[in-house]
């Protein structure tokens, strides 16, 4: 790899191998810090040309990395040169007349938020949180608690990618097409995302409203007054684990009514100590559920609260992290179920979880719109979405056993008519991937097309592709 405009170094800790006489390799990780995977080399490209140069150079394998918040080696294997796209974090252009955005590819939404909220602009679609890349984000096709929208690809105009031989190529509805539907939810493997180009909408004040239901009325509940309500921006539901029966519903309204939380935007910083404690005890002390359930949140969610749009797509993902322990870390999940299988998935997930004693936080439930646009499309219909946010044992038997419920669940989901959600740890089998997602296949053939030796890999397409060259072992240079 050659290239003045690059800049290479050797972050983090040092491979073991160095103790073995091996030469020292970079390791890499992500936000769990569960997946150390060796890398030859990690780059951080400051420009187009940086990414163009390092794909032509470069024999081997190339992964790439954004905010590291996939969980499960999605963003590496071992021996690749790793692009650490955090450096490509400008706007590019901005017209707040006819909100839209172009950004490079490792710019944050919270960047774009601090640059968008003084027009008084939100964006569209993204995650809960806003530490993520926009890259990242992309590449898992993101979504988040938006009513009336599907997965990110609906607020995307188009993005700007370089493939394996080096090309720099635009993709959108109209130019490059497939390229476009593979792309986004491709995690990385037809080339490296530059820039995008985003639709804005209108920033509003927002109402919480709040309700507490059993499970059994939720369905009918979110079909008839929130599903068509155009006044409701965001909507999702916690379930309450270990009973599975009760939830609470949490929706926010545009309103005339004045904000009273006045800053436009959160505050980026981890939990506090007491907060961090406060969760962890909540999770994990004795009754700490039971309190959540029944005094916790109730007198969380009392009196009236109005935000702006912005300030709530703002949250700063280190706020979710209980107390960290050497021990264990804290992890998530995402399945896809097809409205009509709401109370069946339920009943399957309480069995699933109750019996393997799994340490679940929150079950937040979703809704998004079918997305008929890209090719691993986790939603190829209208489907609610099960986040579950769980605490996971370092040690191998524990991480054996979340393994073994894992896999009864995506069976569960798949017995719906469901799917599975990517960015996490990669446990499922090739049939159980293939299974969810059907139009793989497509995906594998234009890979191979645009990506013939298959330069960009990482652990999530050594283990699902079906392409020999992606199973491992150098690329062919
Ligand atoms: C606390 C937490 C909350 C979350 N909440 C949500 C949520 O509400 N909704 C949701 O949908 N998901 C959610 N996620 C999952 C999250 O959206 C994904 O992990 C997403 O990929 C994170 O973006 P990132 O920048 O960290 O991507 P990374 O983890 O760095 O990368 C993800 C994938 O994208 C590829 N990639 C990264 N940059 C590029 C690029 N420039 N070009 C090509 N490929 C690239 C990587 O190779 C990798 O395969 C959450 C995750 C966490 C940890």
New binding site residues.
């Given amino acids: 790899m050659h290239s003045a405009h690059v800049a290479v170094f050797a972050a983090g800790a040092i491979a073991a191998a160095a103790a073995a006489g091996a030469p020292a390799l970079p390791l890499v990780n992500?936000?769990t810090g569960l997946d150390s995977i060796a890398v030859e080399q990690i780059v951080t490209p400051h420009s187009v040309a940086d990414v163009v140069d390092a794909v032509r150079t470069h024999a081997g394998p190339i992964?790439?990395?954004?905010?590291?918040?996939?969980?499960g080696g999605?963003?590496a294997t071992d021996g690749c040169l790793f692009l650490d796209?955090r450096a490509m974090n400008r706007v590019l252009a901005f017209d707040p007349q006819a909100r839209r955005i172009t950004v490079e590819?490792?710019i944050t939404w919270r960047a774009i938020q601090e640059t968008i909220d003084p027009r008084g602009l939100s964006l569209k679609v993204m995650?809960?949180?806003a530490n993520?890349?926009v890259?990242?984000?992309l590449?898992?096709n993101?979504?988040?608690r938006y009513i009336g929208q599907g997965a990110l690809v609906g607020s995307v105009v188009s993005l700007d990618i370089v493939l394996a031989d080096g090309r720099v190529i635009t993709a959108s509805r109209a130019q490059n097409a497939e390229i476009f539907s593979g792309?986004i939810g491709g995690?990385?493997g037809l080339?490296?995302?530059?820039a995008a180009t985003f639709d804005l909408v209108p920033d509003t004040a927002i109402m919480r409203v709040v309700r507490q239901l059993p499970v059994g009325t939720y369905k009918d509940y979110f079909l008839t007054q929130i599903r068509d309500d155009p006044r409701v921006v965001l909507h999702n539901a916690d379930l309450y684990p270990p009973r599975y029966q009760e939830l609470t519903a949490i929706s926010w309204l545009t309103t005339d009514v004045e904000v009273n939380i006045p800053e436009r935007l959160a505050p980026m910083h981890a939990a506090s100590a007491r907060d961090r404690f406060l969760l962890s005890w909540l999770s994990d002390g004795p009754f700490g559920k039971q309190i959540r359930e029944y005094l916790y949140d109730p007198a969380q969610y009392a009196g009236r609260r109005v935000e702006w749009r912005n300030y709530e797509a703002s949250y700063d993902?280190a706020t979710?992290e209980p107390d960290p322990g050497a021990h264990y870390t804290h992890a998530?999940q995402e399945y896809f179920v097809p409205i009509a299988h709401f109370d069946s998935f339920v009943v399957r997930l309480a069995q699933v979880l109750r019996a393997a004693h799994a340490n679940v936080l929150n079950v937040s439930i979703r809704h998004a719109l079918a997305d008929h646009e890209t090719i691993l499309a986790w939603a190829p219909q209208e489907m609610f979405g099960f986040?579950i946010y769980f605490r996971e044992g370092r040690q191998p038997h524990e991480r054996a056993a979340a393994k073994r419920w894992t896999h009864a669940l995506i069976d569960a989901a798949l017995a719906e008519g469901g799917t599975f959600?990517l960015?996490y740890q990669l446990v499922a089998t090739r049939e159980q991937f293939l299974e969810s997602y059907p139009a793989a296949a497509r995906f594998f053939a234009l890979k191979e097309r645009v990506d013939p030796t298959c330069k960009f890999r990482?652990r999530?397409w050594e283990r699902y592709d079906t392409v020999p060259a992606c199973r491992g072992g150098a690329a062919s240079p």
Avoid at 63 to 71: E, W
Avoid at 191 to 194: D, K, L, S
């Fill in positions: 992500d936000v992964c790439i990395g954004g905010a590291r918040h996939s969980q999605q963003i796209m590819a490792g995650q809960s949180y993520f890349t890259g990242g984000s590449s898992v993101a979504h988040g792309a995690y990385g080339g490296v995302i530059v993902a979710l998530l986040v959600y960015p990482n999530l």
